[in-house]
């Protein structure tokens, strides 16, 4: 009877071994019992406390929004497996998840696994979590999301920080205290650095600036980012309501206000677009684009004056700024003021002489200041840059019918229109060129063009009906010329007349 006693008692330690030690490896993460973890819409999200919120399951809910493929659970697993990897690493070196844990992340994440940051943001694809992982590559903001992602898991004091432009980590443990550069490998630089560097704003106890975000103040920001990658594909409604957001999560952020402001100014809401703005450069009253985008706004308006003010100081600002002296000069010639736009015009050419653009608007101020020998030597610049730049071709074919050089004016509209199939002036245009040399066949091509582009355009109506009667296509001509008349155009009195006569 002993000896089995002494077998039961070595299997039951055993056993007992064995439990710990897979108990042992199991332990949760330090993100285990957050609410956010189970959150399966962003509404859900935002109604959580900040310290509730589990900020890669909320990222990666957008990016299931944004792509039906994505399945975010499964990345929610990889950043798991990517944290107990680094936390087996500090377990073997005997390193407590502090300050130390950093070196450690940094090595894996960057040196390793080869993380790195994009030389541009411009895609729009490169602010998601699911694209972060797939690709290993990302954005200030990005690659920040990720880093905290990691340090939520391992229970590290971490913060998102925002400065105009620009997102970073911070370590604050309320002892030790330094920056985390996720776009350089993890690098450390001190406050004043991006102070200087990204002109941070001072004085104001509610800037959200240089200060530590709580999770749901780092999804406001990822909220701004992502109403800029809805806008840049073209969802307006979508980049609305992130924006709408970012505002309402952080309202002392100005770049999401600006960032509003240009969708409201988009969309035609242009007093909404203004305020934006105001509020804004009332936050950040150095930010050389938002006083652009204000001038822009005035324009719209055609409160010139008060562009030309705004545009004027976003040049003070930033004197490198080529789109403040497009607009600068777009509002000196709304004036009439060709001089000062030709100076404007001339030294954003300095700054881009490769700019066939800035060559085209030139050609147009001179265009309008009646001086068409030198606007068709500016455009035919910008078309030595870009031989199929639609606006150049355009203007060259307006010059030409002021020097009454028709065959010329024929042809350059015949070149807009072949990059820009729909430019609605150049195929009135065209069809008027047409109709002057009495081929009314070919104008009345151009015209239905027009008409199906803008169906609701009485002149077009009526230039096609000009063009059927002289055909002796009376029908078509009496249904165009009425259509013009109920659209409010401009109706030669005894045409109509004549029509009923000859019908």
């Given at each position: 009877m002993k000896p089995m006693k002494k077998t039961l008692l070595i299997i039951v330690c055993v056993l007992f071994a064995t439990a710990a030690v897979s108990f042992g490896g199991a332990e949760p993460l330090a993100n285990e019992e957050k609410s956010g973890l189970y959150a399966r819409s962003i509404e859900q999200v935002l109604r959580l406390d900040a310290e509730e919120v589990d900020l890669a399951t909320a990222v990666l809910i957008i990016s299931e929004q944004w792509n039906d493929n994505v399945y975010g659970r499964r990345y929610i697993s990889k950043i798991d497996d990517m944290a107990l990897e680094i936390r087996s690493r500090l377990e073997a070196k005997r390193l407590k998840a502090n300050y130390k844990a950093i070196a450690v992340i940094n090595k894996y994440l960057f040196d390793e696994l080869g993380f790195e940051s994009v030389p541009e943001a411009n895609n729009p694809e490169d602010l998601f979590l699911h694209s972060v992982l797939d690709k290993k590559r990302g954005y200030c903001l990005s690659l920040s999301v990720l880093y905290l992602s990691l340090g939520e898991r391992l229970g590290l004091p971490l913060y998102g920080v925002v400065a105009p432009g620009h997102f970073f980590v911070r370590y604050d443990d309320g002892q030790i205290r330094f920056n985390i550069e996720a776009t350089s490998k993890g690098g450390n630089a001190t406050d004043e650095h991006y102070i200087n560097k990204f002109k941070v704003p001072q004085g104001d106890n509610d800037n959200i600036y240089m200060v530590n975000l709580n999770k749901i103040q780092t999804l406001g920001c990822f909220f701004n980012n992502l109403g800029n990658s809805y806008s840049d594909i073209g969802n307006t409604e979508s980049a609305l309501l992130a924006l709408e957001r970012a505002v309402q999560i952080n309202p002392s952020l100005a770049e999401s206000r600006i960032n509003l402001g240009n969708v409201y100014l988009k969309t035609g809401r242009i007093k909404d677009a203004i305020y934006e703005y105001q509020t804004a450069l009332k936050i950040n009253p150095n930010d050389a684009k938002a006083h652009n985008n204000l001038g822009n706004a005035y324009t719209k308006k055609d409160w010139l004056n008060d562009a030309i003010s705004q545009y004027s100081r976003a040049l003070q600002l930033d004197p490198n700024f080529t789109d403040a002296y497009k607009n600068l000069a777009n509002a000196y010639c709304k004036r009439g003021m060709f001089g000062r736009a030709v100076t404007q015009l001339k030294q954003a050419i300095i700054l881009e002489p490769k700019n066939a653009f800035l060559y085209s608007q030139l050609g147009n101020v001179y265009s309008q200041a009646?001086?068409?020998?030198?606007?068709?030597?500016?455009?035919?610049?910008?078309?030595?840059?870009?031989?199929?730049?639609?606006?150049?071709?355009?203007?060259?074919?307006?010059?030409?019918?002021?020097?009454?050089?028709?065959?010329?004016?024929?042809?350059?509209?015949?070149?807009?229109?072949?990059?820009?199939?729909?430019?609605?002036?150049?195929?009135?245009?065209?069809?008027?060129?047409?109709?002057?040399?009495?081929?009314?066949d070919a104008a009345i091509e151009q015209y239905k063009k027009a008409v199906r582009i803008k169906p609701d355009n009485g002149t077009i109506h009526y230039n096609l009906g000009a063009a059927y009667f002289n055909k002796t296509n009376y029908e078509l001509a009496w249904k165009h010329i009425k259509i013009a008349e109920e659209l409010g155009a401009e109706i030669a009195e005894d045409l109509l007349a004549k029509i009923e006569d000859k019908l």
């Open positions: 009646g001086d068409c020998e030198k606007a068709i030597f500016q455009y035919k610049k910008a078309l030595k840059i870009k031989s199929d730049l639609a606006e150049a071709n355009y203007g060259l074919a307006v010059c030409y019918n002021k020097l009454g050089l028709v065959d010329d004016e024929i042809r350059a509209y015949k070149k807009a229109l072949a990059s820009e199939p729909d430019m609605l002036a150049a195929l009135m245009n065209l069809g008027n060129a047409y109709f002057g040399q009495q081929k009314y």
